[in-house]
């Protein structure tokens, strides 16, 4: 597989800070970060949700749902629709992209009666983006930190493989499935695929030491330690604590996601831009805050009334969401970019 061009890291609105490491540590600042970046929060959102009654959890779904995951898979068909300079030199791959996922969703849904089939690819390919966004933020701080990768390209696949792995676990795979029954097998497993994480942090530490307030560790081990909640859940078959963290997950990767777009619209370039982008970009957090209302008070509304035409549009936005990603937050090569930074 071709590898991933490194992503650009662009340069804050705001003067270098006067502690070096500090700007070499943190993307926005160290509140931010840590609490939008490496999501220090979800074990807050864990225990409301563990010591809360059943309605608590379905209430934290409903924000999640339509507040939080349906509005961060929107902002991305919006940046690409808007921002000339993400699609610039291929607007016809965007478009042939665009048209292929709409058509083949379309075909799918009249083909059979139910969702089922859109719902498995999502789930699977929901899985790669998931593991892709993690890994890719955390390479992020890694070039920030230092100035050599911390590991080699057998890292990609440890991290990515793990949480991979993690993922289709919790889906069920090993649990009562037909006249089958696997648990017994992957329960074996389990053990065999910690060692991916331990490994990764047992490195880490070789090459650069316990630095315990290194950002980038404090992002690893946040991510890594949720995955290894989740683990543990399905490898003792407590549903009701997967369904927990499952939402934990979910809201994870949406709040980084917007915490990464919320970093990239922060450069002085975007600032200056006289454009739609750039008068996102100076009154960001009134368009991010209208934006998630908007789309959340939009999709409930929907959904209510017409629950199978929501359900097919979100997975439409959820596709192009995954294709859009692998194609706007790589670096470009300046012949394709026409010198556009």
Request: hydrophobic share 50%.
């Amino acid at each position: 597989m071709k590898r991933a061009a490194p992503v650009t890291l662009p340069q804050r609105a705001t003067e270098t800070p006067s502690n070096p490491r500090q700007g070499r540590q943190f993307l926005v600042g160290p509140i931010f970060d840590l609490f939008f970046l490496a999501n220090l929060y979800w074990p807050l959102l864990f225990v409301i949700d563990f010591l809360g009654q059943e309605d608590w959890h379905h209430g934290l779904l409903f924000w999640q749902v339509y507040f939080v995951t349906a509005p961060h898979r929107w902002i991305t068909v919006i940046l690409v629709g808007a921002d000339r300079t993400k699609t610039r030199g291929r607007e016809g791959r965007f478009l042939l992209v665009t048209g292929a996922i709409v058509t083949g969703c379309l075909l799918l849904r009249w083909q059979s009666s139910s969702l089922l089939c859109l719902g498995a690819i999502d789930y699977a390919w929901n899985a790669w983006h998931f593991a892709s966004q993690h890994h890719g933020i955390f390479r992020i701080y890694q070039r920030k930190e230092t100035a050599t990768p911390v590991f080699g390209g057998w890292e990609k696949w440890c991290f990515r493989g793990f949480l991979l792995y993690v993922i289709a676990r919790v889906a069920g795979v090993g649990w009562q499935v037909g006249p089958a029954d696997w648990t017994w097998q992957l329960q074996t497993l389990d053990p065999v695929v910690v060692l991916l994480p331990a490994t990764l942090l047992i490195q880490q530490i070789r090459r650069e030491g316990f630095r315990v307030l290194s950002t980038g560790t404090i992002y690893f081990g946040s991510v890594m330690s949720l995955f290894l909640a989740m683990l543990l859940a399905a490898h003792f078959e407590r549903r009701q604590l997967v369904l927990q963290f499952a939402l934990d997950r979910k809201s994870v990767v949406s709040v980084e996601y917007f915490a990464i777009v919320t970093w990239t619209t922060s450069s002085q370039t975007q600032h200056n831009r006289r454009d739609l982008i750039g008068t996102m970009a100076r009154n960001w957090s009134l368009f991010l805050l209208f934006f998630m209302g908007f789309l959340g008070i939009t999709g409930y509304l929907m959904a209510t009334g017409y629950t199978q035409v929501w359900v097919l549009i979100n997975v439409m936005v959820a596709f192009l969401h995954y294709a859009y990603d692998g194609m706007i937050w790589k670096a470009r090569r300046p012949a394709a970019t026409g010198g556009a930074t």
